[in-house]
């Protein structure tokens, strides 16, 4: 069974603040592909925020490049994603997202809880 357990100060934070957010991957986990954050805000669907895979090559939403650094480690199965010059449309409940094998032949994606960050103006 695999867990995905986030943690970081997410809650309220001012524009223009930073937050950090963790997620680690614990369980029966053979090989981790790729390691990610997703967003859903309020009455839209979950987007892409940013996502990272075992060799370090990363992908950013347009709107967040620039501004959050995603990082990853392999050793410990954890993400990181840093955010910084936080707007009020930054405003979701942020999931970590692993997709990853359990054993040499399943695999699938999983998900945390998700983590409300709430910027206000």
């Known amino acids: 069974q695999v867990q995905l357990v986030e943690s970081g100060r997410g809650g309220m934070v001012r524009s223009g603040g930073s937050v950090t957010l963790t997620c680690d991957a614990t369980?029966?986990?053979?090989?981790?592909?790729?390691m990610g954050w997703y967003r859903q805000a309020p009455g839209k669907e979950r987007e892409l925020v940013a996502v990272i895979d075992s060799g370090g090559r990363t992908d950013y939403a347009d709107s967040v490049k620039g501004r959050f650094a995603i990082a990853r480690d392999n050793i410990m199965n954890t993400v990181h994603l840093q955010m910084n010059s936080l707007k009020p449309e930054d405003t979701a409940v942020y999931y970590c997202n692993a997709r990853l094998y359990t054993n040499r032949d399943n695999w699938g994606d999983y998900w945390g809880t998700g983590t409300l960050v709430n910027v206000s103006s």
């Open positions: 369980g029966t986990i053979f090989q981790i592909v790729t």
